[in-house]
């Protein structure tokens, strides 16, 4: 029996991970968000009702379960105190169920103000959510960061605050900013050191005793492999890594812990912000996919951009994470698709190709190459297991898992925690074994 599992988006981010997460709780004593920050939004829809968690690790709704905000994530504290009120009025307890590692980090007001600063004066935009992310990560890199330990330590985050708040000032100045007073950011963050304080853990000790207590533990990532910071379509990427490989650096814990990886997938692809997307689609049918797939950000409100299944971006997500099994996502929303195109390589300067470019500029200019396939029209209400798929439906699966050499072991038929179809020899043999 496998008692530790990674879930980690195939593509950029959105693909239905909140779901999957919700879901394999329900057999885990341990969820773990190990990267970013509230740029995420991990939705989750049950009892006719939609939660949307930025932070909070979506296994907080099995109440029996212990979650982590583990050392390689960047934490806004007054978005983290709003999403503990809004569990609170939803009677979620999260008392001694909750726990922040030590050693992350803190995201201030300021990391927010220079994301929106930064984002303004560059001339190629990402497109970043402004929650802060790349400020707080760059801190941490220039070793200016401040760490959850330090941050609800009173004197701590006052020596912090004194030693590294003129360095920022004179950085807000230079672009006609308001100076943070130090006064007002320590009486507003007071309320949050007070609340966080007694949730402080060392996160690395935390996981490594469940996992030797042979508890399960689930790794929840944000957003996708096509984001990350070292292998995704750099400059256009968040500041973290949401590989599987990121896991173990991200939280304290050994390589050879991570026993197995589920690849969470859209049956079509989406991403937000700005970079290369060879795949991308202006026409009826991305008009179709975005209305039917509700294809607008959870933490931003913006319209997804929309395009067919990319094998050869799959294929680079299925490398750097050794996927176990595929979850595909949303494949209700391809019903009435009349044809379907799978990109089954690159043309580049009239040669075939089948990997990610490393130059962005060079990626740009890759034209897809297109394998049609046939639409599918089940009933998927009334369809709960593989067989019951229509040929078209089956095809159109076999073909993922031929093209990429991952087998299929879910498959979900709508945004409900109960619509999905499990096959169970597969996960039996992938996931469990
Ligand atoms: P940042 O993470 O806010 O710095 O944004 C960097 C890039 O990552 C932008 O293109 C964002 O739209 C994208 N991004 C960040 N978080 C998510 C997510 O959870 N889903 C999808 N895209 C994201």
């Known amino acids: 029996m496998v008692n530790t599992l990674a879930i980690i988006g195939a593509q950029w981010g959105d693909e239905g991970k909140g779901k999957m997460t919700d879901l394999l709780s329900q057999d885990a004593d341990l969820i773990v968000r190990f990267q970013g920050g509230n740029n995420a939004g991990h939705t989750i829809k049950f009892n006719g009702k939609t939660f949307a ?88 890199a220039a070793r200016l960061g401040l760490k959850m330990a330090t941050f609800v330590s009173k004197t701590g985050f006052k020596t912090y605050l004194d030693k590294h708040l003129p360095f920022v000032n004179k950085l807000l100045e230079s672009y006609h900013y308001a100076p943070v007073k130090q006064a007002d950011l320590i009486k507003k963050m007071a309320p949050y050191q007070a609340a966080f304080k007694t949730m402080i853990v060392d996160g690395s000790k935390l996981i490594d005793t469940a996992i030797e207590m042979g508890q399960n533990v689930v790794f929840e990532g944000a957003q996708g492999t096509m984001l990350c910071l070292d292998h995704g379509t ?27 990886v589920l690849g969470i997938l859209k049956v079509y692809t989406t991403r937000v912000g700005g970079g290369a997307f060879p795949t991308e689609i202006h026409d009826d049918t991305a008009e179709f996919i975005r209305t039917k797939g509700h294809e607008f950000g959870t933490t931003t409100g913006r319209a997804r951009r929309i395009g067919w299944l990319d094998i050869v971006q799959l294929r680079h997500a299925v490398r750097l994470n050794g996927f176990d099994a595929f979850a595909l996502m949303l494949f209700d929303v391809l019903v009435g698709v009349d044809t379907l195109k799978l990109c089954t390589a690159y043309k580049l ?30 009933d998927l209400d009334k369809v709960d297991s593989y067989k019951a798929l229509s040929n078209p439906a089956k095809t159109y699966i076999k073909r993922i898992e031929t093209l990429t050499n ?28």
């Open 234 to 260: 750099y400059p256009f990427v968040t500041s973290s890594s949401p590989s599987a490989a990121a896991i173990p650096l991200n939280t304290g814990i050994a390589p050879k812990k991570i026993r197995r």
């Open 406 to 433: 991952v087998p299929v072991a879910y498959i979900s038929t709508g945004p409900d925690r109960t619509a999905i179809i499990k096959r169970d020899e597969i996960i039996a043999k992938t996931l469990k074994e």
């Open 53 to 140: 968690l930025h932070l909070v690790p979506s296994g907080i709704f099995k109440d029996t379960s212990s979650n982590l905000l583990a050392s390689g994530m960047v934490i806004d504290p007054e978005a983290l105190y709003q999403e503990l009120k809004m569990l609170e009025t939803m009677h979620i307890d999260t008392e001694a169920r909750l726990w922040i590692a030590s050693r992350a980090h803190v995201v201030l007001d300021f990391h927010k103000t220079l994301d929106a600063l930064y984002e303004d004066i560059r001339s190629e935009k990402i497109g970043t959510t402004h929650k802060g992310i790349g400020p707080a990560y760059t801190d941490k």
């Open 349 to 378: 300067d009239g040669k075939t190709i089948d990997i990610i470019p490393a130059d962005h500029e060079t990626l740009s200019r890759c034209e897809p190459v297109y394998e049609t396939l046939e639409g599918f029209d089940d």
